[in-house]
Every structure is written in C-alpha cells, then in structure tokens.
T-cell receptor, first 110, second 112 residues
C-alpha cells in the first residue's frame, strides 16, 4: 500500500529554476528518504532525514520534514537538464521496510 | 566501495517457469531488501533479510521467496511465473534498520 504521496505528479521547468516536490504520509515514521530514478533504472539515494530533524541539505538539495503535518518537501535549486528524472519519497517506520509514493516526474528543459 | 549489484539485468521467461534473481550488497551491509516496481502498483516491498534471517515480509503470495547467505548475498525466487510478475525487481542494502537503503540497478523480468 502507498504511504507517501508526492505532489505534483509531474513538473516541467527550465534550467536554472528551482523545483519543489512535496510528500505526504500517514503514519509515524523513523525516517524519510528521497530517491531519484532515471528511466526505469535503479533508485539513487539522495537524502535521509530522521523524524527528529526538520531540515537537511546536500549540495543543491534541501529537504524539510514536518512530522506534525506528516509532510516533507524536496527542493532542487538551480536545476539542470541532468536532474530530469522521477523523484520518490519513501517512509521508514523503523522496520527496514520502505513505503514509497508514486513519485514526481521532473522535466528540466535546457 | 562497490555499490549494490544485481544479476541478471534482464530476463525473459515463460508463464509457469521459475526464476532466481541475485543481489550482492555493499560490503559490510547485512540487511538486504527486495522491492517490485510495476507501472500500476509502483514500488512495493517484498521482503527483508538480515544475518540470513527473514525479518519482514510484504504482501506477496508464497510463490515469492528469498534467502540470504552468510556473506550477505541474497537471492529471490519466483515460482510458477505469471504475466503479472513482469516488473523491475530492485534490491537494496543497508547497515541495519533505520539507515539509508542503497539500491542496485535492478533486474527487469518479462514474463511471456
């Protein structure tokens, strides 16, 4: 069953713009992880944020977590064509079982 | 460090056959999880192994099984294949619960 729900389902922007994706979930979590997937290939781990953290940065990525609203957001700054991919959030309740949303398809045009 | 590897990368099987997929985790990782990805159902958890023991199992029929060896390598087996088993099967490794899970490139299984 789907726990995380990403919003929007699809996002189209120009190179250099920022991209923001949101994720909502339903139950209490231990951590939330964001992944990128290019054209049906394997998932690339982007960032993990724990339930006691509110914000994390990694390069051009910024992730926030609001456990009271059961939501997270992923911000990609200064997007590049190479960022074109599907992005998934996955929640971990602490049992090593990741529950994924359906993902956001990001298209970055040159 | 080498990443998670999966073999084979592509597989075509006929309904009724069985298949075995292999996963080698990142060195030092003892937890291996398997996921199925389809266009209709998205990414779904199959099972997780830690130190050769299955710790968690998703909501899949008994035709789906797995095991883990003492070197943490894992295999999953699907018996009596059905058309609906066509999917990308992904393996992920982790140090233990609550840590990052790193995925392999996946095995694309097509059942005809």
């Amino acid at each position: 069953s789907q726990q995380g729900e990403e919003d929007p389902q699809a996002l189209s922007i120009q190179e250099g713009e920022n991209a923001t994706m949101n994720c909502s979930y339903k139950t209490s979590i231990n951590n939330l992880q964001w992944y990128r997937q290019n054209s049906g290939r394997g998932l690339v781990h982007l960032i993990l944020i724990r339930s006691n953290e509110r914000e994390k940065h990694s390069g051009r990525l910024r992730v926030t977590l609001d456990t009271s609203k059961k939501s997270s957001s992923l911000l990609i700054t200064a997007s590049r064509a190479a960022d074109t991919a599907s992005y998934f959030c996955a929640t971990d309740e602490g049992y090593s079982t990741l529950t994924f949303g359906k993902g956001t398809m990001l298209l970055v045009s040159p | 460090k080498a990443g998670v590897t999966q073999t084979p990368r592509y597989l075509i099987k006929t309904r009724g056959q069985q298949v075995t997929l292999s996963c080698s985790p990142i060195s030092g990782h003892r937890s291996v999880s398997w996921y199925q990805q389809t266009p209709g159902q998205g990414l779904q958890f199959l099972f997780e192994y830690f130190s050769e023991t299955q710790r968690n199992k998703g909501n899949f029929p008994g035709r789906f099984s797995g095991r883990q060896f003492s070197n943490s390598r894992s295999e999953m087996n699907v018996s009596t294949l059905e058309l609906g088993d066509s999917a990308l099967y992904l393996c992920a490794s982790s140090l233990d619960r609550g840590n990052e899970q790193y995925f392999g490139p996946g095995t694309r299984l097509t059942v005809t």
